[in-house]
């Protein structure tokens, strides 16, 4: 095995954020021939004679690749400003003599103790106003100078002494930025969230204007009165609240962008930093301009049926980042993790399973943390790819294994993953609805977005995530859910795309706020209402069970029994009036009145202003009648809504048509309405007609067979040859529960 040799990282321009930047794959910038295998490396915590069997090892297990010093401040700055980087060196020099490549840590991640102790302003404070301790990671306050100026002169150190190293293929920034600390109270903060305001609104006055601190008397007279929107006596203002997710992300992404720039300066080397999948606290749209490589930190729940689907949601997101590009999966749990309340470990044949799904999305290389289990601290019991038990286990027999499939995927490096479909995700419109007063608490995950991927991943459908500022080219389908910020440009993009034939289908909440987190006025869907023709007059989400009833108490309750409760079911009812949605529900056995939704509704009505001038010129065909496809039935907490729109659908006269969603539909109903938008937008499945439990995904002349089920399956019709196993695939072949089939230059 020969050491990946680096490439020089291309030159990054300015752009607008969520655009795709042009940039090289990962097999090319790292000198792969094959996906790049391999994880944590943490030899400090380990003595000699394990050094020198973690190298036997790991040419064993076909490791290529090894993330170094990630956790290693502590020995590489025991004292402020003494630095001790031989051993480092040392073991970079072993690693690339054995042909092991090194993903070299800038070590920021977890500051050590005499930071604390000598800075102790360095430190962490809660919205209560608590300074956070030491003995845990990632102990820093963001805007911190001591923790800044300590972690570019570290940055600085080790790429001046290990920047041309043959060995070093990569630099790795920080770790897994704001897993732990993503906010900061204490006065440091509160002075840099006052002159990150200064510079968005210029004065006091724009502030207020754009705050509404008319509301609750919170108006301010000079910019020094504003405080981070610390522990309260209620609710805070949502806007404030807004930027401050703002200014929060922008301080942690700014600690990666000072790094990056000083590696740069004396390194060639590219930059990465490992994204959480869709971790609410940041932006990855803006983070991903900063980085060469793009690179996830992935780990779903074997004890959960749909956990593939994260596999596929976060390959899929991570791609998207990447502007089409592949990435690496910079981490994931070669078994069980440590950190639920209960951990279950990957079943037999998961962890291959899983780590070519992650190649059939798109990745170009899979690591794990860690390489060997640790002994102590709050990862022992964190599965590693040398578990405690050694050679002797089922994980280094799948170590091995995976190593091995892995080796023989070098065709797959650098192609691309084609998709007609697409699924629009927005930071910030999270941000805004997660900090709205109402109408209903929502998580901060995407749901609504994770929803509508899982029902494409479900069919079969090859879909990409996109952000709301990229335009929207060849997609045939085009999936908008819940957008909460009104997005102008995007609407530009959903004209242009529907005029090239694309079907687009919006669901709410969306368009309900400006970027200020004020209401949008006239009814909700704002710059989107021309496209769809309709508009939202009122949200009618409900509320679910509000208290025990009391069925002895009905026989006295003569005023209360006689009052209904529609808001306090959990699911309304739906009618598809659409014949052709009707003919898709009875195929699917399902009688045609039943679809139903969740505890959100909204109250729909056609716009009568619908012939308003489209977003762009080139939008501006004829427009159809807007059709309703789906009405509110009355049925759960539907009372209210009865006969209403619920789902509507308009054409651009000879092209495509804009569809309103106006209810969090369930999965069948999703599935339903779906088969139908895919046959107005012939997208097909990448396969057809595949077994319970089997995933198709293409990359290039590449099919991946996935099956997660628990019973063997057989797909016919498969044609090429395995590249697993050599063989060739001349009709039927037979997945084993929780294997997969990888073939080049099928006939399917």
């Known amino acids: 095995m020969t050491s990946p040799s680096p490439s020089a990282s291309t030159p990054r321009t300015e752009q607008a954020p969520g655009t795709a930047t042009p940039r090289l794959a990962p097999h090319e910038l790292l000198g792969l021939t094959s996906p790049a295998y391999g994880g944590d490396y943490n030899p400090e915590q380990w003595d000699e004679a394990t050094l020198a069997e973690d190298l036997e090892l790991m040419t064993e297990a076909g490791v290529n690749l090894v993330s170094l010093g990630i956790f290693s401040w502590a020995r590489l700055e025991p004292r402020e400003g003494r630095y001790e980087l031989d051993w480092l060196v040392e073991i970079v020099d072993r690693l690339h003599e054995a042909g092991i490549a090194v993903d070299l840590a800038t070590a920021t991640a977890s500051p050590p103790a005499w930071m604390a102790t000598d800075h102790p302003e360095s430190l962490p404070m809660s919205a209560d106003g608590v300074r956070l301790g030491v003995g845990s990671r990632q102990q820093y306050c963001p805007s911190s100078t001591v923790y800044r100026e300590r972690s570019a002169a570290l940055a600085a150190a080790l790429a001046e002494r290990l920047g041309d190293h043959a060995g070093v293929v990569m630099w790795h920034i920080g770790n897994e930025y704001g897993c732990h600390t993503a906010e900061c109270f204490c006065p440091a903060c509160a002075r840099a969230f006052r002159a990150w305001l200064a510079e968005r609104y210029g004065d006091v006055e724009r502030l207020n204007a754009a705050w509404g601190t008319d509301f609750w008397s919170q108006r301010y007279t000079d910019l020094e009165q504003v405080a981070p929107p610390a522990a309260m006596p209620t609710f805070p203002n949502p806007a404030q609240m807004l930027d401050w997710r703002r200014f929060s992300d922008h301080q942690l992404r700014s600690l990666m962008e000072a790094e990056a720039r000083i590696l740069r300066e004396r390194s060639k080397r590219p930059v990465t930093t490992n994204f959480m999948g869709d971790f609410p606290a940041t932006d990855y749209w803006r983070w991903a301009e900063s980085l060469d490589v793009i690179s996830d930190d992935s780990y779903p729940d074997p004890a959960d049926p749909a956990a593939a689907h994260e596999v596929a949601w976060a390959g899929d997101l991570m791609r998207g980042l990447a502007g089409g590009r592949p990435w690496i999966l910079m981490e994931q749990a070669p078994s069980a993790v440590q950190w639920r309340r209960r951990n279950s470990p990957k079943r037999p044949g998961q962890h291959l399973l899983w ?394």
């Open 355 to 748: 780590s070519l799904a992650r190649v059939a999305h798109g990745a170009d290389g899979v690591l794990q943390f860690q390489w060997r289990q640790s002994r102590q601290g709050a990862e022992t019991f964190h599965s590693g790819m040398v578990p405690h038990a050694g050679r002797d286990s089922r994980t280094w027999e799948e170590t091995v294994a995976t190593g091995q499939a892995l080796r023989r995927l070098g065709p797959v490096l650098g192609e691309p993953v084609r998709a007609e479909a697409a699924v629009v995700l927005d930071w910030e419109s999270q941000w805004a609805l997660s900090t709205a007063i109402g109408p209903v608490e929502v998580g901060e995950r995407f749901e609504a977005a994770r929803a509508w991927h899982r029902s494409l991943w479900e069919a079969g459908i090859a879909t990409d995530i996109v952000p709301v500022g990229r335009t929207l080219d060849g997609y045939r389908l085009i999936i908008v859910p819940a957008v909460f910020i009104d997005r102008p440009e995007l609407a530009g993009h959903l004209e242009r795309a529907v005029t090239a034939g694309a079907q687009v289908v919006v669901a709410g909440p969306t368009g309900v706020v400006d970027t200020g987190a004020g209401a949008v006025l006239g009814g909700y869907l704002g710059a989107l209402r021309p496209l769809l023709g309709v508009r939202v007059t009122d949200h009618a989400a409900l509320t679910g069970p509000v208290g025990q009833s009391d069925p002895r108490g009905a026989l006295v309750s003569r005023l209360s029994r006689a009052v209904g409760t529609p808001g306090s079911e959990t699911w309304v009812g739906l009618e598809a009036v659409s014949e052709p949605l009707r003919r898709v529900l009875e195929r699917m056995g399902t009688p045609a009145p039943d679809l139903r939704a969740g505890g959100w509704a909204e109250e729909l009505r056609v716009d009568a202003g619908s012939n308003e001038a489209p977003q762009d010129a080139q939008a501006s065909q004829d427009r159809g009648a807007v059709e309703v496809v789906a009405v509110f039935d009355g049925r759960g907490g539907g009372a209210d809504l009865a006969g209403r729109p619920a789902v509507t659908r308009r054409t651009v006269a000879g092209a495509g048509a804009g569809w309103y969603v106006a209810a969090d539909l369930d999965s069948l109903s999703r599935a339903a309405l779906l088969r139908l938008v895919c046959a107005h937008a012939r997208v097909r499945p990448v396969v057809a007609d595949l077994p319970d439990g089997v995933e198709a995904q293409r990359r290039g002349k590449v099919l991946f067979l996935l099956n997660h089920g628990d019973r063997a399956a057989e797909v016919a019709g498969v044609m090429g040859t395995d590249l697993l196993t050599g063989d060739a695939c001349t009709g039927h072949v037979v997945l084993a529960p929780r294997s997969a089939l990888v073939v080049r230059d099928n006939m399917r």
